[in-house]
């Protein structure tokens, strides 16, 4: 079965805590046979280099696909919550069209974190 992850991060050295309940979950889900990607925009607000545009990374045998253009604060002080919201929308449209090209339509799809 092919899963999809919606999470609100990967761990890494410096975040070791960011998505890492996500994280074990997917390598449970992998460890039972099944193909998983997590996918999760990232609009932290952070003073460390990010790429900007779409990012894809694979741990353990598992795809991670991240989005970043703009802090998620900047957005909601200057244009409001109903724009910071569709922009992450449309952030989590275009990382989900990649992954569809890439692997196909997900038979779950399993969110933790919308916002």
Do not use: W
Request: overall charge positive; some cysteine; glycine content about 8%.
């Amino acid at each position: 079965m092919f899963i999809l992850i919606v999470s609100h991060g990967v761990p890494s050295k410096r975040d070791p805590q960011l998505g890492c309940f996500e994280k074990d979950q997917a390598e449970a889900l992998v460890a039972m046979g099944h193909k998983v990607v997590v996918i999760f925009v990232d609009s932290r607000f952070r003073f460390i280099y990010r790429k900007i545009g779409l990012t894809h990374t694979q741990i353990n045998g598992i795809d991670y696909y991240s989005c970043f253009f703009i802090p998620g604060i900047l957005v909601r002080k200057l244009c409001g919550l109903k724009i910071n919201l569709y922009q992450k929308s449309l952030q989590l449209e275009y990382i989900y069209g990649r992954v569809f090209k890439e692997h196909g339509r997900p038979d779950v799809i399993y969110s933790h974190y919308l916002s």
